[in-house]
C-alpha cells in the first residue's frame, strides 16, 4: 500500500502562483460542461453565448464593467484582510454601510453642492461608515480573541436589517416623506442629476466613475502590501503571528487598521452603488441585499490570490459572467448556470491553494529520496 504523505512547502515557486489560478478556472470550466451535458445542454454552444452576451461590443463591455465594479470593490476588501489570515466575511454588511453613510450625506448636501465636493464627501462617509462598521468584529477579534469569522458574518445580518428598517419601517431622513403616495409605498429619497457620479465613454464603452476608483484603490493596496513597512508586518502577522509578537510588532493595532482598511474598500462599493446606479439608497428586495456582492467578492479574492491587480482581472470575468447570465436568462438557458459555476469556480481555486501551499509525497520514491537526502549520505549509502 502506498502511503502519500502532504506537505507544507517550505519555498512556494513562482510560477505556482499564475499556473494553479488558471488551471482552476479552466478545470471548473470542464466539470461544469460535465454539468451541462448531464443536464442536456450544449457545453459549447452555452459557453459561446456566455462569452459573446458578456464581452462582444461595447453594450456588453459596459454592462460587464458595470456588474464587475462592486464585485472589485469587496474582492479588494476580502483581499486585503485574507492577506493577513483576517477573515472578513462581513464585506457584504460593510457595502450596506457604505451605501446608506454615502446616500445620507448626499441628501445632506443637497443638489446646489458641486458635484466634486459631493463625490469626495460620499466617498468620505461610504468608506468611513464601512471602517466603522469593519472595526466592531476588528476589535472584538483583537481584544477579545473571538472568531472574527462568526461575528462579521453575523453582522451582515444585522446590516441587512438597518437598511430595511431606515426605508420601510421609519421615518428616516433617508425616508422619501413628501407625497401620500410615498408615505404609503415607502420609497428612499432620490439623488438630483446634478449628484449622479460621471460617466465617461472612452472607446465607445461606458464605464462607471466608481470602476476607475476602484482600479485606484487597487494600485494603493499594490504599492501599501509590496513596497512598505505596513505591508512588510502584514505578511510576517499573516505568517506566524507568534514571531510577529516577539519580533515587537503591535498585532492588534495591525487587526484594527487592517479592517478598517478592508471595511472602508467596500464601503467604497457602496458610495459607488448609490452615485453610480441606484442614485437613492436600494432596500427594495431587487436592491443591494438581492446581489450577494459581499460573498461573491470572496471568490474574487479567493481566484486572484489576494493580488490586488490579479482581483481586478477576476473581478471583469465574474461580473462578465454575472451579466451574461442575467442578458440570456430563459427558458433555453440554466438559470442557476452563474451561481453552479461561481462556486465550483471557489471549490477549484480553494483546491488549487492547496497545491500552492502544500505538496504531495511518496516516502521511498526515489526522487523523492535524490531531493530531500543531503548529498553525503546519499554518497555514504
Known amino acids: 500500500m502506498i502511503n502519500v504523505k502532504i506537505e507544507r512547502r517550505l519555498e512556494q515557486p513562482r510560477w505556482l502562483s499564475v499556473a494553479v489560478p488558471v488551471v482552476s478556472v479552466a478545470f471548473s470550466f470542464l466539470v461544469m460542461a460535465v454539468v451541462l451535458a448531464v443536464t442536456g445542454h450544449d457545453p459549447w454552444n452555452t459557453y459561446r453565448r456566455l462569452f ?38 462581513g464585506a457584504e454588511g ?21 458635484l466634486t465636493v459631493t463625490i469626495l464627501m460620499m466617498c468620505l462617509c461610504g468608506g468611513a461608515a464601512g471602517a466603522l462598521w469593519a472595526l466592531i468584529p476588528g476589535a472584538l477579534k483583537a481584544f477579545g480573541r473571538t472568531n472574527e469569522i462568526i461575528t462579521s458574518l453575523m453582522l451582515n445580518y444585522v446590516a441587512g436589517q438597518l437598511l430595511t428598517y ?17 408615505r404609503s409605498f415607502p420609497q428612499a429619497i432620490p439623488l438630483k442629476p446634478s449628484q449622479f457620479w460621471p460617466f465617461p465613454a472612452p472607446f465607445d464603452v461606458s464605464v462607471h466613475f466608481g470602476f476607475f476608483l476602484a482600479l485606484g484603490v487597487a494600485v494603493v493596496l499594490f504599492v501599501l502590501f509590496r513596497f512598505t513597512r505596513f505591508g512588510f508586518e502584514m505578511n510576517v502577522i499573516g ?14 493595532r495591525k487587526i484594527l487598521a487592517v479592517m478598517a482598511i478592508s471595511g472602508a474598500i467596500a464601503g467604497l462599493g457602496g458610495a459607488s452603488q448609490v452615485g453610480d446606479v441606484a442614485h437613492e439608497l436600494d432596500a427594495s ?46 427558458a433555453d438557458f440554466p438559470s442557476g448556470l452563474v451561481g453552479v459555476m461561481q462556486g465550483i469556480i471557489l471549490f477549484c481555486a480553494l483546491g488549487g491553494e492547496l497545491l500552492i501551499r502544500y505538496r504531495v509525497r511518496i516516502p521511498g520514491h526515489a526522487r523523492v529520496v535524490a531531493e530531500d537526502v543531503p548529498p553525503a549520505e546519499v554518497e555514504a549509502s
Open 52 to 89: 459573446d452576451a458578456a464581452f462582444v461590443g461595447s453594450t456588453a463591455w459596459t454592462f460587464t464593467l458595470e456588474s464587475a465594479t462592486p464585485l472589485l470593490f469587496t474582492g479588494l476588501a476580502a483581499a486585503a484582510a485574507f492577506r493577513m489570515q483576517l477573515f472578513n466575511i
Open 94 to 114: 460593510q457595502l450596506y454601510l457604505g451605501a446608506i453613510g454615502a446616500a445620507g450625506i448626499a441628501i445632506w448636501l443637497g443638489p446646489h453642492q458641486s
Open 166 to 182: 431606515l426605508i420601510f419601517d421609519s421615518a428616516s431622513p433617508w425616508r422619501d416623506l413628501s407625497t401620500v403616495q410615498t
Open 239 to 252: 505568517d506566524s503571528p507568534r514571531a510577529a509578537r516577539y519580533s515587537g510588532m503591535r498585532t492588534r
Open 285 to 330: 428586495p431587487q436592491g443591494l441585499q438581492s446581489a450577494n456582492y459581499g460573498y461573491t467578492g470572496i471568490v474574487v479574492a479567493a481566484l486572484g490570490r489576494y493580488n490586488p491587480i490579479a482581483v481586478c482581472l477576476v473581478a471583469v470575468l465574474i461580473g462578465g459572467l454575472q451579466n451574461a447570465g442575467t442578458f440570456l436568462a430563459g
